[in-house]
């Protein structure tokens, strides 16, 4: 079994920066491929952002490509979504998610799920 558990959201303006944290715990995931993923209220869950076990590999959802990174550090469980540039449609639970193998963006493919963390971005 994996927990994972998000931290680092908040409220900021449109234009500022938030970093989320996604520790992980019970099992390492050295070899999981994490993702970020997102939904607001009404919406379906909107894939964010994916990286490898290595971390060389990333992968960005259209709506977030050029203002988001990914990131993680095996030696601490813990993966990264560093957000940029925010906009008001960014406001969002997200979550953080977790499989073993490759990456992907589907949230189907995903096994482990953090509980989330509000994003909120004021116009």
């Known amino acids: 079994q994996v927990q994972l558990v998000e931290s680092g959201g908040g409220l900021v303006q449109a234009g500022g920066s938030l970093r989320l944290s996604c520790v992980a715990s019970?099992?390492?995931?050295?070899?999981?491929?994490m993702g970020w993923f997102r939904q607001a209220p009404g919406k379906e869950r909107e894939f964010a952002a994916t990286?490898?076990?290595?971390?060389?590999?990333?992968s960005y959802g259209d709506s977030v490509k050029g203002r988001f990174t990914i990131s993680r550090d095996n030696a601490k469980n813990t993966v990264y979504l560093q957000m940029n540039s925010l906009k008001p449609e960014d406001t969002a639970v997200y979550y953080c998610?977790?499989?073993?193998?490759?990456?992907?963006?589907?949230?189907?493919?995903?096994?482990?799920w953090g509980q989330g963390t509000q994003v909120t971005v004021s116009s």
């Open positions: 990286i490898s076990s290595s971390g060389i590999f990333t």
């Open positions: 998610a977790a499989r073993p193998g490759a990456t992907s963006s589907w949230p189907r493919e995903y096994d482990y």
């Open positions: 019970g099992r390492t995931v050295r070899t999981y491929a």
